[in-house]
């Protein structure tokens, strides 16, 4: 296959049928690095064709307590207390710059995911 920008679907599908076949190229081989360019040429095409927004930081928080088993209880040195939590993750009070910082460093978390902008709900 030669190489060149993927620029269809045609020529897309033909990029990723390529790329299996060359997936268990030896490393350092000719094959191995034709993979390599390949892969970015198809990452680019799914880059501009399929992109995928941040989430948003709540359900994104959600999901990481999700992902490690973590309770509510385990964001309170975070976000404050049981209180606090509750209505970051009810979404009543907004995720402060304090929050954001521990939860980055805290939790290992990207800060620019927890920044963005997302809709609260009016407190009762």
Same mark, same amino acid.
């Given at each position: 296959m030669q190489l060149r920008p993927i620029?269809?679907?045609r020529e897309y599908a033909a990029a990723l049928r390529e790329a299996e076949?060359?997936? +268990?190229?030896?490393?350092?081989?000719? &094959?191995a690095e034709q993979l390599e360019v390949?892969? /970015?040429?198809i990452e680019d095409y799914e880059r501009r064709h399929f992109p995928i927004d941040s989430p948003d930081p709540? +359900?994104?928080l959600l999901n990481v307590? &999700?992902?490690?088993?973590l309770?509510?209880?385990? /964001?309170?040195?975070?976000l404050g207390s049981r209180?606090?939590?509750a209505e970051v993750l009810n979404r009543i009070r907004p995720l402060s710059l304090e929050m954001i910082r521990r939860l980055?460093?805290?939790?290992?978390?990207?800060?620019?995911?927890?920044?963005?902008s997302y809709e609260l709900k009016q407190a009762a």
């Open positions: 620029r269809t679907k076949r060359l997936w +268990d190229a030896p490393e350092k081989s000719p &094959e390949l892969s /970015l040429l709540i +359900d994104f307590m &999700e992902w490690r088993g309770k509510r209880k385990d /964001l309170e040195p975070y209180a606090r939590v980055a460093t805290g939790l290992k978390l990207p800060a620019d995911v927890l920044i963005r």
